[in-house]
């Protein structure tokens, strides 16, 4: 799925991993990484054995700490170079955000710029509690557009979207707790074993009733005359005419685990 060895795929049973892999530069994203983001999300929505993707960075320092300076003279050294990164880093973080199957982005340390960006794109962000968040676009000049910044207002609401950008500071985990920006904190060394073991607790669910919660709540953030309720209403109709609906059925009544195959 990937044309750079600074993004890894892979899957642990029916979850898939995405690792931004640049750890000497804070995870740093260049063009090559964000295009390479897009496939992997796109090569996970088609594979049917994948239920949960969780997104993390490399290392101990950083989930993503924004984009790759040292690339900014090759990759956004011209108006058509910058259209083009530009045009990618919106690409990356719409493969996430509409990715049709839940998200989970584990964060360590430093969530910063575009990592902000790419933590608002999934469904759940659960991070360390030496994790710092910051959007610094205020103390560089730049421009923020408006998908990044609905999609971080969705989670947080105005007043901290507003504090986020206008201070341009390090947010610290419990504070960002507090924003609702974040779903857990936990210690360093207990993050990989609890992710882990909520993806499981996710991918273990009838996958129709997830994916269509997922493609509701997307639904209500729209704007009503923009909402498809008709695909709404198939989606709910789905869950009861699925296998799975009788197969939950019965586990319950057999009192075991249920087994759920998306159909």
């Not at 530009?86 to 973080?93: I, L, P």
């Not at 360590?108 to 990592?115: D, K, M, N, T």
């Not at 609702?180 to 009838?206: C, H, M, Q």
Request: charged share 25%; hydrophobic share 40%; aromatic share 10%.
């Amino acid at each position: 799925m990937t044309q750079t060895d600074k993004m890894i795929a892979r899957t642990e049973g029916s979850v898939g991993y995405m690792i931004f892999n640049n750890p000497e530069r804070h995870n740093a994203v260049s063009l090559e990484m964000w295009e390479a983001c897009a496939a992997i999300m796109k090569g996970f929505a088609k594979d049917p054995k994948v239920r949960v993707v969780v997104i993390t960075g490399a290392g101990e320092k950083a989930f993503v700490s924004g984009a790759d300076i040292s690339k900014f003279a090759e990759e956004r050294g011209s108006k058509e170079t910058s259209d083009r990164y530009n045009a990618a880093v919106e690409a990356g973080y719409a493969s996430v955000f509409d990715f049709p199957k839940p998200t989970i982005a584990m964060i360590r340390g430093y969530c910063v710029g575009g990592g902000m960006g790419l933590a608002s794109s999934c469904d759940l962000r659960i991070c360390t509690d030496n994790s710092r968040f910051a959007v610094p676009a205020a103390k560089l000049s730049v421009g923020y557009g408006f998908p990044g910044v609905k999609r971080l207002l969705d989670i947080v609401g105005p007043s901290f979207t507003k504090e986020i950008f206008y201070t341009a500071r390090l947010f610290d985990a419990e504070e960002a707790r507090i924003m609702g920006f974040v779903n857990r904190v936990l210690p360093s060394d207990k993050l990989e074993s609890y992710v882990k073991d909520y993806a499981a607790t996710i991918a273990g669910n009838a996958p129709l009733t997830v994916d269509s919660i997922k493609f509701i709540v997307g639904e209500i953030a729209k704007d009503e005359s923009a909402r498809d309720m008709k695909k709404c209403e198939a989606m709910v109709e789905a869950c009861f005419a699925s296998n799975d609906y009788k197969e939950g059925r019965t586990a319950f009544m057999e009192k075991r685990k249920p087994e759920f195959t998306g159909s």
